[in-house]
């Protein structure tokens, strides 16, 4: 079933959902973008994640990631600061054919603005990576069979002043916990690839939402 997703028509449907935020986005002015790698491990649908440093200076060291980072002025686009930067840190190189296309933006506190860029990296050897120990930790996949089960998946309701805000989602029982904007990534992720089996709970707060 989860295989579908990665077959020829699963592509399709995904690159026409796509489509229309790809047009609008790919080359407008943001601040960062990653790559959501989908891959296959071992046979298995994944999606890859990173372990940022616990050395890095800036904020987010030590923190669960897709691989990404900020947009640089001779940057074609997201996209390619997306495969620039997943090059560079896991020595992964993504040719642009196996771009899917661009999801909807999160946002950061300070109200940055970062765009996950999907692609099918295809079958992938994990020891075969190269990660940049300056800015990558470990490099991890989570099948995306654990990703769907609801036991792995949580949710955090933030208040404030004592009323409720927003909620957001955390996965869970895997080498690390992928919370923050890159679940929410995730979470967008997922209900595009299998709309019928994940069914999200999310209320974002007005500083995540996108507003195209």
């Not at 640089?72 to 899917?100: M, S």
């Not at 895997?174 to 999200?200: C, D, M, S």
């Amino acid at each position: 079933m989860l295989l579908d997703c990665l077959s020829a028509e699963g592509e399709q449907r995904c690159r026409q959902l796509l489509a229309g935020t790809t047009a609008r986005l790919r080359s407008r002015p943001a601040a960062a973008a990653v790559l959501v790698p989908l891959c296959l491990v071992r046979g298995v649908p994944a999606l890859l994640y990173t372990l940022r440093s616990s050395r890095l200076v800036r904020s987010h060291k030590g923190e669960v990631s897709f691989p990404g980072g900020k947009c640089d002025p001779d940057d074609q686009d997201v996209i390619h600061t997306a495969l620039r930067e997943t090059q560079e840190e896991l020595g992964l190189e993504v040719p642009k054919e196996q771009v899917w296309g661009v999801l909807q933006p999160v946002y950061d506190r300070g109200k940055a603005t970062v765009v996950p860029v999907l692609a099918n990296v295809g079958p992938l050897d994990l020891q075969s990576l190269r990660p940049n120990s300056e800015e990558v930790d470990e490099v991890f996949e989570l099948s995306l069979a654990h990703l769907l089960q609801t036991q792995n998946q949580g949710y955090t309701h933030f208040c404030q002043g004592g009323h409720f805000r927003y909620t957001m989602p955390v996965f869970l029982h895997g080498p690390h916990r992928v919370w923050g904007l890159t679940a929410v990534i995730t979470e967008f992720t997922l209900k595009l690839l299998a709309p019928g089996i994940y069914q999200p709970c999310l209320a974002f707060p007005k500083e995540f939402r996108p507003s195209l």
